[in-house]
């Protein structure tokens, strides 16, 4: 839990920096629902992983099966999070086609 913790509470704020610096800023509340779900799926999928691998063993040998199955899914989305496309992030950049909300007075 602990391990889960620092992992999490590290790259947290660089994830979210990294998705409101590459969506429009029309766009940000889905874009950050969105990677609040995944997160969330990819939490349960993960325990359900690792917990369907050790199932009702007595022994630590299907534990030390599900924390290698783990290790290979978090290198294949450290590999998949390196392939994908880069973008720039806006810097003083043009928002003039964010939509905009008037109050009548």
Request: charged residues 10%; hydrophobic residues 45%.
């Amino acid at each position: 839990m602990g391990l889960s913790g620092v992992g999490l509470g590290g790259s947290a704020p660089s994830l979210i920096t990294t998705v409101a610096n590459t969506v429009d800023p029309s766009d940000l509340g889905v874009a950050n629902a969105a990677q609040q779900m995944v997160a969330q799926i990819g939490v349960v999928a993960g325990i359900q992983m690792l917990s369907t691998i050790q199932g009702g063993s007595d022994s630590s040998g299907p534990f030390v099966v599900a924390y290698l199955v783990g290790g290979v899914a978090a290198v294949v989305g450290v590999i998949g999070a390196g392939a994908v496309a880069r973008r720039r992030p806006r810097v003083g950049g043009d928002y003039s086609s964010a939509p905009t909300t008037r109050r009548s007075a």
